[in-house]
């Protein structure tokens, strides 16, 4: 398996690079110039992929002797994630590097945090432009819908019929651009003329709530051929769903989800096929991007560049978005290399 950039996989062995003292003034809430007091603020705390990327922020926070934690809601919503931006701030936090349940309902908040002088990084899903002073992308929005409807077309016979997105929540600014791009991509490519989506439905990033979600879909949908679930939530209970009720390997099943999860549904031949990228390198692209925005050696707007530890160079796009790199695919020949 290639990464492009340097992963836990990919870089085994290579030395960690510490940026050592970074010059510039602090930024950052009431810390003290050299403090790094970093929090991230998941979609949801008991979600296992944003444990991966916490791992990688964690990892960061230890190279730049800056501290880490993380908080946040038990459901994925905005509105959950709002008392959790308050408290960050009222705690003057260095910064908050967050991942968007909903960009405009948590934006106000975000943007109050701002005013104190509190660098935000959104990772995963972006928040509000103006409300956020970098977005760190995991993947190309594009290259992501594209695979998606690439994959479930090579898993279905003939590539023709009925599919589904189980997205997470409707509100998520991640999933709904991946589900536009795919939905571009249907419409516009006559290799998936075949193909017609009939239905998105939103599971929540709740395993309960994506396992009636997809019984749903299978009863609605009695000659559906195959579902996107671009979630690593929904995946995995739709794959369980679809072995449970016979209908693996009859109805295809692709999208977004971790090795861990899905490890046992990719060799009993539930899912064929599916994508990611280093969740961990997120997160430590995401702190690493945060500490230097704190620490004043970047401002966060287009066309800087910086260094970011053992991963390498990024330059900041005209959107005020870094890109982590591209989604790999994990299949039945990979998956077992891969622990996470
Ligand atoms: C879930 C979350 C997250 C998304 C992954 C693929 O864990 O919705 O935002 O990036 O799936």
Do not use: H
Request: hydrophobic share 40%.
């Amino acid at each position: 398996m290639r990464w492009r950039r340097g992963s836990q996989f990919a870089t085994a062995g290579m030395a960690i690079l510490v940026l050592a003292a970074c010059g510039g003034s602090a930024g950052g809430g009431g810390a003290s110039p050299a403090t790094l007091n970093i929090a991230f603020l998941p979609k949801a705390v008991n979600n296992p992929y944003f444990d991966v990327a916490a791992s990688g922020g964690q990892e960061a926070a230890t190279a730049l002797s800056g501290t880490f934690k993380q908080v946040g809601p038990s459901e994925a919503t905005g509105a959950a994630q709002i008392p959790f931006i308050q408290t960050l701030t009222s705690q003057n936090v260095s910064a908050i590097v967050v991942s968007a349940d909903d960009p405009d309902a948590i934006a106000p908040a975000l943007k109050q945090a701002m005013q104190k002088g509190i660098k935000v990084v959104g990772y995963d899903s972006s928040p509000a432009k103006d409300a956020r002073n970098v977005f760190i992308n995991q993947a190309d929005t594009k290259a992501i819908g594209v695979s998606q409807v690439a994959m479930v077309c090579d898993e279905i016979s003939g590539c023709a019929g009925e599919i589904a997105v189980l997205s997470a929540t409707s509100t998520a600014t991640n999933q709904n651009a991946w589900i536009q791009a795919m939905k571009d991509e249907l419409a516009s490519n006559s290799k998936y003329s075949g193909l017609k989506l009939v239905k998105v439905a939103y599971g929540n990033d709740d395993p309960q709530v994506s396992t009636t979600e997809t019984q749903a879909l299978l009863t609605s949908y009695p000659n559906l051929k195959g579902i996107i679930s671009p979630t690593t939530v929904g995946i995995s209970a739709a794959a369980q769903v679809l072995e449970q009720t016979g209908k693996a390997g009859k109805v295809a099943l692709t999208g977004l989800g971790t090795p861990n999860l899905m490890r046992k549904y990719v060799k009993d031949g539930t899912c064929k096929e599916f994508a990611l990228w280093n969740v961990k390198d997120l997160g430590y692209l995401a702190y690493y991007t945060a500490a230097l925005l704190v620490k004043g050696t970047i401002k966060g707007n287009p066309g800087e560049k910086f260094t970011a530890g053992r991963l390498g160079d990024y330059t900041i796009d005209p959107n005020g978005v870094v890109l982590l790199g591209p989604p790999f695919v994990f299949k039945a020949d990979n998956i077992d290399q891969l622990n996470f």
